[in-house]
């Protein structure tokens, strides 16, 4: 088989998997491989799959399907990630014409393959990816120690395992100086970063922060997800209130309101200190964003044990909430249970939750109408009257996963305006630049 010189990259999943393809596409690039946009024009096809639940899964395989199908000869087709690290070797049985199967994180065997020589070429720390736009995903650390019970990446992805502060920080600067105005960290747990290092208990992140701030001078943004609710800790909270780079926006994923629910998941259940921390957020960042995501169905939830969550959804207020129906996994301790939910149930919990929050999402944006919010441009276009129109976020909206900003006006893509907001809907902002 000739040396490949073009590829073709599908990156599936979450933002944590666009940082794993970033890393690989230096590496090929780097060995003077050309990225092309049609899978028939490609050399190698790669697929960076997402194996963290069942739809995630069936995506995967759908994907490798269609590609295998449409193979031309001489092509190879690389499938590698999360769903190959758990069932590499069904993935090869089920799609003969696959050439190579590779697991999660093994971004440089994939390079070596495709005959590049990644020792010469690679000298940036698998930290980051940029995505549409100017904002960057800086990936702080890798695996994850909790014992959440529904959860397969302690198998995917190991133990954490944090990146280097002067690593970060160099690939920071590289990003902002390539255009990033908006910096998102992300991994598994990001209050975790630095516990592997020797530092005390959810002491890490704070000093980060002040690491990241001082060094990008305090004009890029910084954008906090990921975090696990027993580390988010007051010297956190005071950080972020004292950090003009950091913005009033964090994302904890809580998966549920009722203790016994939480119990059987292995996650933190103490309420008391959860209401204690968004209290906290909201008196040091009275216009503080809380982001969170839920699992509706977890075998075993009563009635009961639902309805508490929906009071607890009622009783914070989160301005974004995701509700994500309860999905078998091989090698979790849930998917051993015995009393697992018909998927009846399962969506109309998640339904008739959406529809409570949908609710309580339309009254906290309300509170922005007739503010003015600094907004990060990121598209162009024009009303049906052919007036023109910018689209971007503000602080309140983490790129690609919740609302937009439209505002009627001119700005260039990548620059930061400040918009009149003058009307809202259960998601999304309007308004004017001002």
Request: aromatic share 6%; hydrophobic share 40%; net charge negative.
């Amino acid at each position: 088989m000739s040396i490949p010189k073009t590829y073709h990259l599908v990156t599936l999943g979450c933002p944590k998997n666009d940082v794993d393809s970033e890393h690989l596409e230096r590496m090929l690039t780097g060995g003077r491989l050309e990225p092309v946009d049609e899978p028939s024009a490609a050399d190698a096809i790669i697929v960076n799959t997402c194996g963290f639940i069942e739809q995630s899964q069936a995506e995967s395989m759908e994907t490798v399907h269609e590609l295998a199908a449409g193979k031309r000869e001489g092509q190879q087709l690389i499938v590698a990630g999360c769903m190959t690290q758990l069932y590499g070797n069904q993935v090869r049985q089920d799609v003969p014409l696959i050439d190579h199967v590779f697991g999660a994180g093994e971004w440089q065997q994939v390079a070596k393959l495709l005959s590049v020589d990644v020792d010469a070429v690679f000298d940036i720390p698998e930290t980051a990816a940029r995505v549409d736009g100017p904002s960057a995903y800086l990936k702080i650390s890798d695996g994850c120690d909790a014992p959440c019970t529904f959860c397969v990446i302690p198998k995917i992805k190991g133990k954490l395992r944090s990146a280097p502060a002067g690593l970060l920080l160099r690939e920071a600067r590289r990003l902002v100086d390539a255009g990033a105005k908006e910096l998102v960290l992300v991994a598994q747990d990001t209050t975790a970063w630095g516990e592997d290092l020797g530092m005390p208990a959810a002491s890490g992140l704070p000093g980060l922060l002040r690491m990241l701030d001082e060094s990008l001078g305090g004009e890029t943004w910084l954008r906090l997800m990921y975090a696990y609710p027993s580390r988010v800790s007051a010297e956190l909270i005071e950080t972020m209130a004292e950090l003009p780079g950091v913005v009033p926006y964090l994302d904890v994923p809580l998966q549920h309101g009722s203790v016994a629910t939480l119990r059987r998941m292995k996650r933190p259940r103490d309420l008391e200190k959860v209401h204690g921390f968004v209290e906290h957020l909201r008196r040091v960042m009275p216009d503080v964003v809380l982001r969170t995501s839920v699992i509706a169905g977890f075998p075993g939830e009563t009635e009961a044990e639902f309805e508490e969550l929906v009071q607890f959804a009622r009783a914070i207020e989160f301005d974004h909430l995701g509700v994500f129906t309860y999905s078998k996994q091989q090698w979790t301790e849930a998917d051993g249970h015995d009393d697992h939910l018909p998927d009846e149930v399962k969506h109309e919990r998640r339904d008739r939750l959406m529809t409570v929050q949908q609710a309580i999402s339309a009254r906290r944006t309300q509170r922005f109408v007739g503010r003015k919010l600094e907004m990060l441009v990121e598209g162009l276009g024009e009303t049906d009257d052919g007036e023109p129109v910018v689209a971007g976020r503000t602080y309140r909206e983490a790129p690609e996963v919740d609302g937009v900003v439209v505002a009627m006006g001119v700005a260039e893509p990548g620059t930061k305006v400040e918009v009149e907001i003058t009307a809202a809907s259960e998601y999304d902002l309007f308004g004017e630049i001002a």
